[in-house]
């Protein structure tokens, strides 16, 4: 498993050089420069453009500027943005990750735990009508054109029946006199939400050794509402807590919508992973020897019908990080997304670089988690390997 | 993960969790009703209350075509959609490498200058000088000019705005080596042209500014003399800090305005943003100007607090209004889309769209039938454009780019084939800069081509390249009845046949105006047996290929683009576009045609020279120039659109037809009242 994991990690870092290394000179090779901004206004003299120039280093030659790149990223140096100069490109995407971590991950974590369970139970419905309106409900959302369907949320939930707010993440007039940033709340939620999943973990660990069904169970509960009271008294004595419920309420409608599109997907995935794992041997074994139906729903079917969802899961979790341009647009939530379209549209390289770099080591990341869960998961491939 | 999600606790936990949510959002009701009353006592005197009912003079309307400030409650937040961020909030940044249309309007309304242009007259008045601006003295081998300030100006603190405050801006732009719109500013390279060499405070309240060659209208006042004025106080210590480090600029940009304190001198000032989702700015209750009275006449005249600054004043009156700040607060809430930004102003959620990029067919129906809002349609400062490559053939040859002018029906493409989105232009000078146009000069330059049908534009402009000897493989021919059949395959004065010509214009997910008057054009050129091909070509492309820089070769054929014309109230764009000096590929400058021509460039020359109080010559000089271009053609002037913004029926603001639209006054914020 080290030997696996280990040269893993070597095509990791020689892919991650030549991936920086095509994102340079692609995104350098667009025509023009940031100083062409420049160009629209006639007052402003031809001296300018040469002193931006200078000052952003655009008027030295390509390779120069690639080795100094290159060198800048491996130790963690990712520059000064153009568009927002002098301002550090670590800084501007650290400003805007909690953001998109925030709402995507929201979002990737109930359209999977939704979508699983669907996706489960219309595969052991099959030729039901249940499994029929939710196959027909799935493929639409699956395949509607998401930022018309995007629109029509906000129009409808936001607009017509007022329930949300129009997109933006909180409501200026709550926040002018806000002692806090937005993200020291959104890290705060974020942090906490770690916590509780962490205890959650801890609970399942320590209970998991009491032997007997029973006193397991009690043991369960009582922990995981002595988790919950925790939290619940944490966000009322919250000085943060007004900040955090309006980023809430501002939640709910993107991710809403995010849930219905993703989850459909999921739901396709589990119910076609399910099916296959239905016409294996072991489940008419299962049958044949008397077990329960639930039984082998969710603990032979279903466990069996959740490797490829887990792998889909990790390696959507790297999507998650570069968030969606088209959501974040629409519903004026300004994650990475969004910075990396201003970016592009500014040819502000360093910022742009700076994010698919980050994009891409966690894609590169993530593909390894899912490798080595896949390993764990499936022994066939560790024996391959 | 299943039974995670099937264990009772679990969901009792989240259900736990999303009550503490909601129970802190209902006790965040009644904080936010404390916070938003303690921040109207912060952001001032004023206080804030739903009962706020105290107002400001209505002023009469003595014509129709008035519009006053309306009787007013003062004490309001002015809510303004945008859609897009600004990128700092440093006012050094905004005028240098960041300037966007975003900055300015959050931060164009809170430095002063000696002297603004005010709107809708587009008058050069006094802001912090006293009276007109002083005229330049020659002293030895350099120019002199001399201008008092008003001792009773001062900053958002209280403190008074000195001559020390100008001088500091200055030495600051030039010692730092401040770029961007700095320089046109205040030109204090050697390669500026005149350039201003010094500075200097004579006492605290007159400055003079020297120059090493004469200042005409453009440089002074309309330069240096609107440039934006530094309080020298919270920034002296970062430029002595930035001026003893290795990259001075970048120290300076990089400074956190707010946290050091920045000052304002205009009707508001900056409080501080949430990034990607609001700015906030605040009324400047020390501002100098609030309760100032304008006057515009119908005549042109301007009156300023009862002293007339422009014009013989008298008649009947255009425009009338007072400064406040009449609002508390502006909010500038950030949208991530123009659907999302125009579905919450017709929810009332903000008053105001200010959007600098208008706004599409489907979202205009979607506002005008909005009962809450009101429309203000104007036209823009700029135009668009065909431009020829004078350098090479057939572009260099003016028979040719007559003809094609000739052909191209702007009244057809306009009305017929852009639904009558855009308007024809037959002139540089943009029509909405009603006191630079010329109407009876652009009507006489349209007559020459309004009117035509296709068959006497195709008779014209094959007459003309016949006599600027042109020919073609197959002739056109004309029937008995007068039609004629298009030649095939035109060859020019040389001799040689013309290869197929590329016009280069935005695509149509840029900008679909200009991508579709490219085909049109293409089809034109086509019946004048010219192998022509409009290329949808990205913004970033056609500007490489069109400025490649110094020393560079250019060789387009024909481009399509826009220009947005700086100040209007003094305009140098046809010096910038069309002077010899200012070719691109010995300047980087806006001559991207090639164009050359003595006279043009002594017209230009002379413009310069002429002192703001030679208005009236600099008028003739700007259509003695118009009458070159029209002549020679380097651009065929294509349209422009007006600029269409909406705003609630909740807002009032001085007046809506304006050159360019209430955006371009950064929502008005000195002045609108609700």
Redesign the interface.
């Known amino acids: 498993m080290v030997r696996f994991i280990g040269k893993r990690l070597l095509q990791m870092g020689l892919l991650f050089i030549v991936f920086l290394t095509i994102l340079f000179f692609l995104l350098n090779a ?3 420069d940031i100083s ?17 120039r200078a ?1 952003l280093g655009l008027d030295q030659p390509l390779f120069f500027q690639y080795l100094n790149y290159v060198k800048n990223v491996l130790t963690l140096n990712l520059g ?1 943005s ?6 550090p490109v670590s800084e501007i995407l650290l ?2 990750l909690p ?1 998109t971590l925030y709402l995507f991950l929201t979002a990737t974590l109930l359209s ?2 939704v979508g ?2 669907t996706g ?1 139970l219309v595969a052991w419905k099959r030729d039901t009508p249940i499994e029929r309106f939710t196959m027909v409900g799935s493929i639409i959302l699956y395949t509607v054109f998401y930022p018309w369907f995007a ?1 029509l949320m ?2 409808f939930f ?2 017509k029946l ?1 329930l949300f ?6 409501d ?7 002692p806090y ?2 993200n020291q709340v959104f890290n705060m939620m974020l942090l906490s939400a770690l916590v ?1 999943a962490i205890l ?1 973990g801890a609970v ?1 660990w320590f209970t998991h050794k009491i032997v007997e069904p029973k006193p397991r169970q009690r043991a ?2 009582l922990l ?2 002595l ?3 925790g ?2 008294v944490f ?2 004595v919250s000085p943060m ?6 980023i ?2 501002h939640t709910i409608l993107p991710v809403t919508t995010l849930t219905l599109v993703f989850y459909a997907a999921i739901t396709l995935l589990t119910r076609s992973s399910m099916l296959e794992t239905l016409r294996e041997d072991y489940i008419f074994t299962a049958r044949a020897k008397g077990v329960p139906e639930k039984v082998i729903r ?1 603990r032979h079917a ?1 466990r069996n019908a ?1 490797l490829p969802v887990t792998t889909s899961f990790v390696l959507s979790i790297a999507a998650v990080i570069g968030g969606g341009i088209v959501t ?7 994650g990475l997304g ?1 910075t990396l379209l ?1 970016a592009v549209t500014a ?1 502000d390289i360093p910022v742009a670089m700076g994010a698919l770099a980050f994009i891409g080591f966690l894609a590169l990341v993530a593909h390894l988690i899912a490798d080595i869960l896949y390993a764990v998961l499936d022994p066939r491939i560790r024996v391959e390997s | 993960m299943t039974r995670l999600w099937r264990n009772r606790s679990v969901a009792l936990m989240v259900l736990l969790v999303v009550l503490a949510m909601v129970a802190a959002a209902c006790t965040s009701d009644s904080d936010d009703t404390t916070t938003t009353t303690a921040a109207a006592g912060d952001g001032g005197e004023t206080t804030t209350t739903a009962a706020a009912t105290e107002t400001t003079e209505a002023t009469e309307a003595t014509d129709a075509t008035t519009t006053t400030a309306a009787a007013a409650a003062t004490g309001f937040t002015y809510t303004l959609g945008m859609t897009s961020d600004i990128v700092s909030n440093n006012y050094w940044a905004y005028i240098g490498p960041d300037g966007t249309v975003y900055m300015q309007y959050v931060f164009g309304p809170t430095k002063p200058s000696l002297f603004t242009i005010q709107y809708p007259g587009l008058i050069v008045a006094p802001d912090v000088a006293v009276g007109l601006p002083a005229e330049p003295v020659e002293e030895g081998d350099v120019w002199t000019i001399t201008q008092s300030m008003r001792p009773d100006y001062v900053w958002s603190d209280g403190s008074p705005l000195t001559a020390h405050d100008v001088v500091f801006t200055y030495t600051t732009v030039r010692d730092a080596g401040l770029g961007g719109d700095w320089i046109s500013a205040y030109p204090y390279t050697d390669t500026s042209e005149p350039q201003l060499t010094n500075v200097e405070a004579v006492d605290d309240y007159t400055v003079k500014y020297t120059y090493a060659s004469f200042p005409g209208g453009a440089v002074w006042p309309h330069n240096t003399g609107v440039a934006s004025i530094m309080p020298k106080a919270p920034w002296e210590a970062i430029v002595t800090e930035a001026l003893a480090s290795e990259d001075p600029g970048a120290t300076i940009y990089g400074a956190d305005a707010f946290e050091i304190g920045d000052l304002s001198g205009g009707p508001v000032n900056y409080n501080g943003r949430e990034e990607g989702a609001f700015v906030e700015n605040v009324a400047n209750t020390a501002y100098s100007n609030a309760g100032m009275e304008h006057i515009f006449y119908v005549n042109g005249s301007y009156e300023q607090n009862g002293q007339l600054y422009f014009g013989e004043g008298g008649g009947d009156v255009l425009s009338a209004y007072k400064d406040g700040p009449f609002l508390d607060r502006t909010a500038f809430s950030i949208y991530g889309d123009q659907a999302a930004a125009m579905l919450a102003l017709a929810d009332g959620e903000i008053d105001y769209w200010i959007n600098p990029l208008g706004v599409s067919p489907g979202l205009r129906q979607q506002g005008l039938e909005a009962e809450n809002l009101d429309v203000a349609v104007n036209p823009t400062n700029g135009f668009r454009y065909l431009a020829f490559n004078l350098r090479k053939s057939p572009g260099k040859f003016l028979e040719y780019r007559q003809a094609l002018a000739y052909m191209i029906d702007k009244e057809f493409l306009t009305k017929n084939v852009l639904q009558g989105v855009a308007f024809p232009l037959y002139v540089l000078v943009p029509e909405g800069n009603q006191a630079w146009y010329n109407e009876e000069f652009a009507e006489e330059v349209a007559a020459k081509y309004v009117g035509l049908d296709e068959n006497t534009r195709l008779q014209l402009a094959n007459e003309t390249l016949v006599a600027g000897g042109f020919t073609w493989e197959t002739d056109p021919v004309t029937d008995e009845d007068g039609v004629i059949t298009p030649g095939v395959g035109l060859i020019d004065p040389d001799g040689v046949k013309l290869v197929q010509q590329e016009i280069m214009a935005p695509p149509a997910s840029y900008d679909p105006l200009r991508a579709t008057a490219a085909l049109w054009i293409e089809g034109w050129m086509e019946k004048l047996g010219i192998d022509a091909k409009a290329n949808p070509t990205d913004f970033n492309t056609i500007v490489a290929k069109v400025w490649p820089g110094i020393g560079e070769e250019i060789t387009f054929d024909t481009y399509i683009l826009g220009w947005s014309l700086g100040n209007p109230a003094w305009p140098t764009f046809h010096e910038s576009f069309f002077h010899t000096r200012h070719w691109a590929e010995t300047d980087d400058g806006g001559n991207a045609t090639g164009y050359s021509d003595a006279e043009f460039d002594q017209l230009a020359d002379d413009m310069f020279a002429l002192k703001v109080s030679e208005q009236d010559a600099a008028y003739d000089k700007i259509w003695e120039m118009e009458a070159k271009l029209v002549e020679d053609l380097p651009y065929i002037v294509l349209f422009d659109t007006p600029i269409t913004e909406f705003f609630t029926k909740d807002v009032t603001f001085p007046f809506t037809s304006t050159l360019s639209g209430i955006q371009a006054l950064a929502g008005m914020q000195g002045n609108v009242a609700k």
């Open positions: 667009q025509p023009g062409q901004q420049f160009v629209g206004n006639p007052d402003i003299p031809p001296e300018a453009k040469e002193i931006l000052r000064q153009f568009d927002h100069f002098p301002r400003q805007a953001r999977y735990l699983f369970q489960k629109i906000l129009w936001g607009s007022g707010p129009l997109g933006k993440f909180l200026p007039e709550k926040w002018f006199d806000s940033t937005a509780a959650v399942y369960r509960r995981l509402a988790v919950a009271i939290m619940v966000w009322m807590s007004q900040y955090a419920a309006d809430a309420y969710d279903a959740l974040e647009s629409i519903f004026s939530w300004p969004l201003n040819e």
